[in-house]
């Protein structure tokens, strides 16, 4: 009989969380538990409707994430089975035209905004095996990736936003931060 580890669901940072501020470390093979960390990590994206996850996220400021762009694959094919744990990501080009996306988070339940972001991106990164891969990525893949990059570089997509359109949201994030807000998902504010 094998056994199957029970998959374990972590509670999303929300908006305020000061982990959603820093930025991340890079991490080595060793670090610990990794792979059941990565497996956990999908499975907390999956059962929260995401379509990618960052460590900090889930509390752990680490350069990694994972991303599942297939929901995007209506719209543009080369999203379907984009699954990919991206670990120590560095994006070195971004060019393109800057594409409007209504965007969302599960850091910042409830708020979805027109993020400018740019068409094609370059980037390095290591697998879940510490394989080094260099990509070009564009379109829907490339979106979900600068989203994800970003909370590694203690950004979220409200960061993106016009100054209007943040001093108008700036009541509903101070009030995120503040523990006022709905989700469908389990979720946490540490400061």
């Not at 994972?66 to 699954?83: E, I, L, Q």
């Not at 068409?119 to 979106?143: C, P, Q, S, W």
């Not at 016009?162 to 101070?174: E, V």
């Amino acid at each position: 009989m094998t056994y199957r580890r029970k998959k374990m669901i972590y509670p999303i940072y929300v908006y305020g969380s000061s982990v959603l501020r820093q930025v991340s470390e890079d991490i080595t093979p060793d670090y610990p538990e990794l792979k059941n960390f990565i497996e956990d990590m999908f499975a907390t994206m999956y059962e929260t409707d995401g379509v990618g996850l960052a460590a900090p996220q889930v509390g752990r400021a680490i350069r990694l994430f994972v991303v599942d762009a297939t929901p995007f694959a209506k719209n543009d094919p080369a999203a379907y089975g984009f699954k990919r744990t991206f670990i120590n990501a560095r994006i070195y080009e971004r060019s393109g035209e800057l594409v409007p996306f209504n965007e969302g988070c599960l850091s910042v339940p409830g708020i979805h905004e027109d993020v400018m972001r740019h068409e094609t991106i370059k980037i390095r990164y290591m697998d879940e095996n510490f394989v080094e891969h260099d990509e070009e990525l564009t379109g829907a893949v490339a979106r979900v990736v600068q989203h994800e990059y970003d909370h590694l570089e203690g950004m979220v997509f409200t960061d993106h936003l016009q100054p209007l359109r943040k001093n108008l949201l700036r009541g509903k994030l101070a009030a995120m931060a503040r523990g006022n807000f709905k989700a469908a998902y389990r979720c946490k504010i540490v400061k």
